[in-house]
């Protein structure tokens, strides 16, 4: 499996690009900002791009996603539980001081348990609400992308619009059932593990 990861824009997030070795097809995880660098990405690694996966619908996660479709033709995927987030992206970025652009309507809607193929890898989505209604992670091939549901030590908020303490402590408990050497690939910081998390993060005491 490929994995690529770039940290893009003011918020210092992480977007990840995801993709099959064998077949060279690739998804985009939270393009959210700086297309050309992640194009460059693409590009440089000869990949084809069927699918923009946002985990959630806040704008640090979603700004180039526009970009992103126009270039590569791939589908912008989320949970319908976000769509209200997704379509008042350009107020978001304008409350915290940073402008948007329009971004195109979703191509289409993920759940719980739908399955995204990459070529011959397959990822399971897993709906995790908390940090927003329609927050989702994509687990396979031993790593799971959490956007912004678990951190390295740390959760997501809950007091942005949408968001739910009981959800997240439902989803983060979840999360920490897989397997504990899975990887995780979050939103904000650097990689951690599933037993990492169980044993060091702060939220393990919340519960």
């Given at each position: 499996?490929?994995?690529k990861?770039?940290?893009?824009?003011?918020?210092?997030?992480?977007?990840?690009?995801?993709?099959?070795?064998?077949?060279?097809?690739?998804?985009?995880?939270?393009?959210?900002?700086?297309?050309?660098?992640?194009?460059?990405l693409?590009?440089?690694n000869?990949?084809?791009v069927?699918?923009?996966?946002?985990?959630?619908?806040?704008f640090?996660?979603?700004?180039?996603?526009?970009?992103?479709?126009?270039?590569?033709?791939?589908?912008?995927l989320?949970?319908?539980?976000?769509?209200?987030?997704?379509?008042?992206?350009?107020?978001?970025?304008?409350?915290?001081?940073?402008?948007?652009?329009?971004?195109?309507?979703?191509?289409?809607?993920?759940?719980?348990?739908?399955?995204?193929?990459?070529?011959?890898?397959?990822?399971?989505?897993?709906?995790?609400?908390?940090?927003?209604?329609?927050?989702v992670?994509?687990?396979?091939?031993?790593?799971?992308?959490?956007?912004?549901?678990?951190?390295?030590?740390?959760?997501?908020?809950?007091?942005?619009?949408?968001?739910?303490?009981?959800?997240?402590?439902?989803?983060?408990?979840?999360?920490?059932?897989?397997?504990?050497?899975?990887?995780?690939l979050?939103?904000?910081?650097?990689?951690?593990?599933?037993?990492?998390?169980?044993?060091?993060?702060?939220?393990?005491?919340?519960?």
């Amino acid at each position: 499996m490929i994995i690529k990861k770039l940290v893009v824009g003011p918020l210092q997030e992480n977007c990840y690009i995801a993709g099959d070795e064998k077949t060279n097809k690739a998804i985009v995880i939270d393009p959210g900002d700086e297309p050309d660098r992640i194009l460059e990405l693409i590009r440089d690694n000869n990949l084809e791009v069927t699918a923009v996966i946002l985990t959630h619908a806040h704008f640090d996660h979603i700004g180039a996603a526009g970009d992103i479709k126009k270039a590569t033709g791939a589908k912008i995927l989320i949970h319908n539980a976000d769509k209200e987030l997704y379509t008042g992206a350009r107020d978001q970025a304008a409350f915290w001081g940073y402008d948007l652009d329009d971004l195109p309507e979703p191509d289409g809607f993920i759940k719980e348990g739908d399955e995204i193929n990459i070529g011959e890898l397959i990822f399971t989505v897993l709906h995790t609400p908390g940090h927003s209604p329609g927050g989702v992670c994509l687990y396979g091939e031993g790593a799971l992308f959490t956007g912004d549901t678990i951190f390295q030590g740390s959760v997501g908020r809950t007091d942005f619009h949408g968001g739910d303490m009981a959800q997240l402590k439902e989803s983060f408990k979840r999360l920490l059932r897989l397997p504990e050497n899975t990887v995780i690939l979050s939103g904000h910081g650097p990689e951690t593990t599933v037993g990492r998390e169980k044993r060091e993060n702060f939220f393990t005491g919340e519960l």
